[in-house]
């Protein structure tokens, strides 16, 4: 204990030892809040909150600075749900004495959590929100507003008693009385709470007196008594009852029978009924999301399958792509076994040389010029080189040959093949081969039967280009002058079929007219 | 009987953690210790007064 005037420490005697003022009074008031903040100790111990925040009040009516009777107070009112004004005390306490002081500890601890601070809050608001209601006369609000109170802080000793009040004012003493027994464990002896509890005891009271000589009605066979605020109804034993029991009335029986009826139709309106529209609507949800999962693994499937299908197309694409390569490179190979079989039969026998001009036939140069590799030119190059002049000679001399022998089919696939080995500028016989193979062209048409000439009708064509060819390329040759006669005898022979065929033409799309005239012309003609 | 209207006017309204410091501001912290002194001053000072006007 401090000297009030001095701040120094006292001792047993009556005058500060420092300063010399009377004290007596001030021990006195110091000890009168000591033993006040001990008995709130002990309420506390004991769970009397009420008790002890009473004293806790007086103690600090006394001294103010007693920080420990201050603490405990916000303690109790913490304890019992109103948060604000514990926070209140611990401040002030903390303030009066910020160093070795449990106020600090609890302010931290409280506002560490700031989710459970909001909750205790809310709680506040919401009780405050209910005491409107209540005022206002909407209890059932009150009611709705105050269980959610509870739930946000458990402990709030104003807002269950309140609860349990309209609960009283309800008639639902079953619920009052729980709600206040848990107040009773909360604070013993609160005064609000035992009046609570008395004023229960004492609206039933006058129902309890009645159940204790309950007296089943024997006629109706069910015993009616209530447990609380509920009203039971059973059967007077485990046997049914007999529609005509002894003394029982038929008309009372119907009636039974009736509320019996009505009730189990309440029961299953208000309990079966919802559940199985829950449960239906529940499996109805179910289904919904089932169709939906599957849909949804459909679309997945789909969508997977369509990918696949792409992959493959791709797939097959570069495969095609893969097979024309390898199909090129085969045709390539084809044509290199017709060049080494060509090379094979130079090799074997030089002068075979049908056999060897065969195999040079059998290669499509032209068209492999295209893909060939070098090595294949370069190869396919010098064994034409070696062997052309002795194949142009062959050729010639056989196409020569069938000329003279008017076999024309063989003169011209021979003179042909001389032309396409030959060489325009070097080959004497060059210009030779190119005028028979014209002649031999010519012949064929002049010389076939009436009815053969539609099948060379080609010939004279052909003929006359070759012809021309040598008109032109072999100026001053005996095979030019021969070949422009050929040239005016093909012009004639294609100026006489012209006139023929027109002859024929104008005879048949004269109509029916100028039969006799037609018909003049056509027996002379023939 | 508990009259329920009667009853509710007892029932105030709680205190919310926003409106602490007004709690705190408005708490009347005198106590029995500074009502003692304070007359026990008074006391001193009456006590001056006469005896100075008795000595006067």
């Known amino acids: 204990m401090f000297c009030y005037n001095c701040d120094s420490e006292l001792t047993s005697a009556d005058v500060c030892p420092n ?40 103690s600090l009516a006394f001294n103010k600075y007693n920080i420990d009777a201050r603490n405990l107070l916000g303690l109790i009112y913490f304890e ?40 205790y809050d809310t709680a506040i608001r919401k009780y405050n929100k ?72 004492e609206r039933r009271l006058p129902e309890e007196q009645e159940q204790k ?39 009372m029986t119907l009636l039974n029978i009736g509320i019996g009826l009505l009730v189990g139709a309440a029961v299953v309106g208000f309990f079966v009924l919802p559940a199985q529209v829950q449960k239906v609507r529940g499996d109805a949800a179910a289904q919904l999301k089932i169709v939906s999962e599957q849909s949804d693994n459909k679309t997945a499937t789909i969508s997977e399958q369509k990918q696949q299908i792409d992959d493959l197309t791709s797939k097959n694409e570069a495969l095609e792509d893969k097979v024309k390569t390898y199909k090129e490179a085969s045709d390539s190979l084809t044509a290199s076994d017709e060049l080494f079989k060509a090379a094979n039969a130079y090799l074997t026998n030089a002068s075979d040389l049908d056999t060897i001009g065969q195999c040079f036939a059998d290669i499509d140069y032209d068209t492999e010029q295209k893909t060939a590799s070098e090595e294949y030119k370069n190869l396919y190059g010098t064994l034409i080189g070696i062997v052309r002049p002795s194949l142009v000679q062959h050729y010639y001399r056989t196409g ?39 002649d031999s062209y010519y012949l064929q048409y002049r010389d076939a039967d009436e009815a053969d000439k539609s099948k ?15 008109q032109t390329d072999f100026v001053r040759t005996s095979y030019a002058s021969n070949a422009e006669t050929r040239i005016q005898e093909i012009s004639l022979l294609k100026n006489q079929s012209e006139k023929t065929d027109s002859n024929s033409a104008s005879g048949g799309s004269s109509g029916t007219g100028r039969s006799t005239a037609g018909g003049t012309a056509s027996a002379g003609g023939n | 009987m508990i009259k329920f209207d009667e ?15 007004d709690a ?33």
């Open chain 1, 19 to 58: 300063c010399g003022a009377d004290v007596r009074k001030y021990k006195k008031i110091i000890y009168a809040s000591n033993r006040l903040y001990n008995e709130g100790v002990d309420f506390a111990r004991v769970r009397n909150l009420g008790s002890a925040a009473d004293v806790l009040r007086q």
């Open chain 1, 80 to 119: 019992t749900g109103e948060v604000a004004q514990a926070l209140a005390e611990w401040v002030i306490s903390s303030n009066l004495q910020d160093k070795q002081n449990r106020a600090v500890s609890y302010i931290k601890e409280v506002q560490s959590d700031q989710n459970r601070l909001k909750a």
């Open chain 1, 130 to 201: 209910s005491l409107e209601y209540c005022q206002n006369g909407s209890l059932d609000l009150a009611v709705i507003q105050l269980k959610k109170v509870l739930q946000y802080n458990a402990k709030y000793l104003r807002a269950r008693q309140l609860l349990a009040l309209l609960y009283i004012e309800a008639g639902e003493y079953g619920r009052a009385e729980k709600e206040l027994a848990y107040c009773a464990r909360q604070d013993v002896g609160n005064p609000t709470t035992l009046r609570y509890q008395a004023e229960i005891q």
């Open chain 1, 213 to 251: 000589k309950p007296e089943p009605e024997q006629g109706s066979g069910v015993v009616m008594y209530r447990d609380g605020n509920e009203t039971i109804i059973q059967p007077s034993n485990g046997r049914s009852p007999s529609l005509e029991p002894a003394g029982a009335s038929l008309p």
């Open chain 1, 400 to 438: 020569y040959q069938a000329y003279e022998g008017q076999d024309f089919d063989t003169a011209i696939t021979n003179l042909a093949l001389a032309i396409r080995y030959g060489d325009k500028e070097n080959d004497e016989s060059y210009p030779a081969s190119l005028y028979y193979l014209a």
């Open chain 1, 456 to 470: 060379y009708e080609d010939n004279l064509t052909k003929a006359q280009q070759y012809f021309s060819e040598v």
């Open chain 2, 7 to 21: 009853e509710i006017k007892n029932y105030k309204k709680s205190l919310e953690i926003g409106e602490s410091a």
């Open chain 2, 24 to 56: 705190i501001y408005n708490q009347d912290f005198t106590d029995m210790a500074d009502v003692v002194l304070g007359i026990m001053k008074d006391d001193k000072k009456s006590a001056k007064r006469s005896s100075s006007s008795h000595h006067a």
